[in-house]
């Protein structure tokens, strides 16, 4: 009677371990697989359609085309902010909310009004200097990898002498060059990859097709130096 009691409280003893194990494993997994679910959004793509502009041109602009991705595994909302940066400080473009599902991406496009943009290219200097982009994504609550949020493209923007279309700093033939090789083109903003031809910057004005008014600008400023 006694062993018989044993025997079965010995079962019960093991059975109970051997479930309380299961139930830990069980667990154990459970938050290993919670520690391995991240927020992350990232900022992966910066590109500018034109990128010489002229200075004071009066309806100046380019285009900034931003690849965002949510390389976490949670649907995440949040900001993009883009920014230009100069020797003076840092100045706001603009800024959209996104909400991107986990693993999607999506490109954002910015208009960039270039009328007020002091002229940064001087003739003679190597390499000539830009305007800084920045993009920053807003970080997501419990994010980590932050590093990814930012991104900042050097010279992204050269503003020159109208009619510099090389942005060398120096009004010549190799401009009126490249105003011929994109002579009645329209152009339009897209994403990229960006055609070769016909060159955004050939369309001095900024008005949409390249032209007698670009030319003029040229013949305005014809071996101007900036
Ligand atoms: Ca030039
Ligand atoms: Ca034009």
Same mark, same amino acid.
């Given at each position: 009677m006694m062993v018989a009691m044993f025997k079965k409280f010995v079962w019960l003893v093991l059975i109970s371990m051997l479930s309380l194990s299961m139930v830990a494993g069980t667990l154990i997994m459970t938050s290993i697989a919670a520690e391995s679910q991240v927020h992350d959004v990232a900022v992966i793509d910066v590109s500018l359609w034109r990128t010489v502009v002229g200075e004071g041109i009066r309806n100046g602009f380019t285009v900034i085309y931003v690849v965002v991705e949510n390389q976490g595994d949670f649907t995440e909302t949040f900001n993009v902010t883009v920014y230009y940066q100069n020797a003076t400080g840092e100045y706001s473009i603009g800024m959209q909310a996104v909400a991107l599902a986990a693993g999607a991406k999506t490109t954002l496009t910015f208009i960039w009004y270039t009328k007020d943009l002091a002229k940064t290219v001087k003739y003679g200097a190597s390499p000539q200097v830009g305007y800084t982009v920045k993009v920053e994504a807003s970080v997501v609550p419990g /994010? /980590? @990898?932050?590093? @990814?949020n930012t991104l900042i493209k050097p010279n992204a923007l050269y503003v020159t002498i109208p009619g510099d279309v090389n942005g060398d700093g120096y009004v010549y033939t190799k401009d009126l060059g490249i105003i011929g090789m994109s002579w009645r083109a329209r152009v339009y903003p897209r994403p990229p990859?960006? +055609?070769?031809? +016909? #060159?955004? #910057?050939?369309d001095v004005n900024c008005d949409g097709v390249v032209d007698n008014k670009d030319l003029g600008y040229i013949g305005r400023f014809w071996h101007w130096y900036a």
């Open positions: /994010e /980590e @990898d932050i590093g @990814d990859p960006f +055609p070769r031809l +016909p #060159n955004p #910057n050939a």
